[in-house]
């Protein structure tokens, strides 16, 4: 028979092994449960990064859209009753004083509305700087392209700025995104040149190759544009339209170049690559 003393021992040992599994037991549910709580913690993180970029990301394009659309139309609006009101006012008493202080309202409730709009894109989108972003449809309205490009050009001609256009090599459908690129870029370009260039005439030339599309918007007199670089220096970009440009183009895989010319003026262009057909 097994002594007494040394049965009491084996269960003692035994029961010492039972509450050390049980200890250890514990400590790993408990280290399970913690690991379980951070990992938890980061993707409830990570889900609510997400959120958010998703939400900068909608306020960005959104603020894009506002600029493309609203910006230059109204900027056009700005011009054309500025010019009629000098003409107007140069015709002395013959016109109304009336139709003159109309006027004057009317271009400065533009130009207020420029402001206002700058005020909301720097709510909606903020400059990467921290700076407020400086001057620059109806959802369900159809989205613009080139072949667009005859009435876009009418508007800013008949604002007082004449378009010689160009179009090389045989067009082709494009694809949707990068044709509304492409019409992007030359309404920027154009509403530009109508609001701060000094030239009397703007050229756009449209080139259609194989493999890529190549758009260029050029002021051939002085150019007056705040912020510029220096001639034959690229720009920063550091304008809401011209960065907006970029992201669209950048999507594409394409580049924009964007420049005052050594001879005077000012010159955008742009190069989408094309998936063969």
């Known amino acids: 028979m097994i002594p007494l003393a040394a049965a009491l021992a084996a269960v003692g040992v035994a029961a010492g092994a039972a509450v ?5 037991a514990a400590r790993a549910r408990h280290r399970h449960r913690r690991v379980l709580a951070e990992r938890g913690w980061l993707l409830e993180r990570e889900r609510q990064a997400a959120a958010a970029a998703a939400v900068d990301a909608e306020r960005a394009r959104i603020a894009r859209d506002l600029h493309d659309i609203v910006s230059h139309h109204v900027s056009v609006m700005v011009v054309q009753t500025g010019a009629a009101r000098e003409v107007l006012g140069a015709a002395g008493e013959s016109v109304a004083p009336e139709v003159a202080e109309a006027l004057a309202a009317v271009e400065g409730a ?7 709009l700058r005020h909301l894109l720097g709510l909606l989108a903020p400059a990467a ?6 001057e620059t449809p109806d959802e369900y309205a159809p989205q613009p392209s080139l072949s667009q ?3 876009l050009v009418d508007r800013i001609a008949f604002a007082g700025l004449p ?3 160009r179009v090389s090599g045989e067009p082709h459908p494009l694809p949707t995104g990068i044709d509304v690129t ?5 309404q920027e370009a154009l509403t530009n040149v109508l609001k701060h260039g000094e030239a009397d005439r703007a050229e756009v030339e449209v080139r259609y190759a194989h493999r890529y599309l190549r758009v260029e918007v050029l002021n051939p007199g002085p150019s007056v544009l ?12 550091a304008g809401r339209g011209l960065r907006g440009l ?10 924009l170049d964007a420049r005052r010319r050594l001879g005077g003026g000012y010159r955008v262009r742009a190069r989408i690559p094309l998936d063969p057909a």
């Open 20 to 24: 050390a599994f049980g200890i250890a």
């Open 110 to 116: 533009g130009r207020d509305a420029l402001t206002e």
């Open 129 to 134: 700087d921290g700076q407020e972003a400086t």
């Open 149 to 151: 490009l005859s009435q």
């Open 163 to 165: 378009v010689d256009v």
């Open 182 to 186: 492409a019409y992007r870029i030359i």
């Open 226 to 237: 705040s912020g510029l670089p220096a001639a034959g220096q690229p720009a920063d970009g």
């Open 246 to 255: 970029r992201q669209r183009i950048a999507v594409y895989g394409g580049d």
